[in-house]
């Protein structure tokens, strides 16, 4: 079977920022200021990436000045992604990269001044500033908080890459919501775009479970999308195509279709507790979930068109809105039983449909 081909079932519509092509330049700037690049060739990369344009994807109803904030911020994560998690030493010596971690938080967390003289916690701390002229204290404070839970995955992964250790299913689930900043970009996401979210809708359960499962449908699908990349530059073994293998000892074909049935398996499962929710919580959650929507269809659109995933002849993988697009197992993670998905196989207690699976609705 392999990657080419693939097609991603991906039922919401793609939206962008009319002023993502210049936020994306002006980033370019904000990140020579701050020298967020190992060297120039890294520095060459990450302008061919086009980096800032997932600001656009993420935040498509913000002001120009809030979208600059986002676009910045999306170039910082894939800047620091790259440099200090996975292709610098820094990633493969937890000690070392822990403190690192410890003292970015530490300069996400104090607006009076730059604590960590680093070049990418000064670049926090600019972020952060910007953020306090408009974001609610409360909110700035909620973003800051999240940074800790992103920091925390990727001191995870390095321990689990500095001893050779391949994560079966149910940890890798777990690692990946925070890691890569996917779950930062659920608090960054409505504060660049200046609405809040009621504390009642994030603490419901089911919304929790949409959350997490945008946020996993987001690293699944880059994974896959990134898996030969990564190949080339060595592999660490957290992939979603390479987890698949670890757990279940099924070949490369093998892996691949059964890590697109079980992404299909949560995307069948966020489109009925989605519809759930909107039922029942009506206009308090429906710009909410409209973010983790976004955040699902934007992130893929910025890596199927990026230079950073695809090759020079195109994507491997490509997306779809056809339902016919989606492939259908038996519901409540297919004929993996639910122990195998460990900490978030919790998602299925509250399937509408009971884990029974009728497809799209």
Sequence with gaps: ????GVVLYLPFPTRLHSGAGEAQAASVVWMDRFGLYADAAHRERLVAARCGLLGGYLAPDADRERLQLAADFATWNVAFDDEYCDEGELGRSP?????????????VEVPEEAVFGDRYGVALHDLRGRLEEFGPPEGVAAWAASMRGWFLAEAWKSGNVAEGRVPQLGEYSALVLLSGSAEVWTVLSPLVEGYGVPGRVRADRRVRALTEMACWLLSW????LSWRREQRAGGDGHNAIDVV???FGTDFDASVELALLLRDEVMGLFIRLRRQVLDELGSEAERYVGMLERLVRGGVDWAVGSLRYREEAGPAVRVSEDPEALRTGTGGGGDIPREAWGPVGWWWLHDPDNGRWNGPR
Excluded: I, K, N, P
């Design 95 to 107: 000690g070392r990269f822990v403190r690192v971690l410890g003292l970015l938080q530490r300069s």
């Design 245 to 247: 293998a670890h757990t």
């Design 221 to 224: 699908d880059t994974g896959l």
């Design 1 to 4: 079977m392999g990657l080419d």
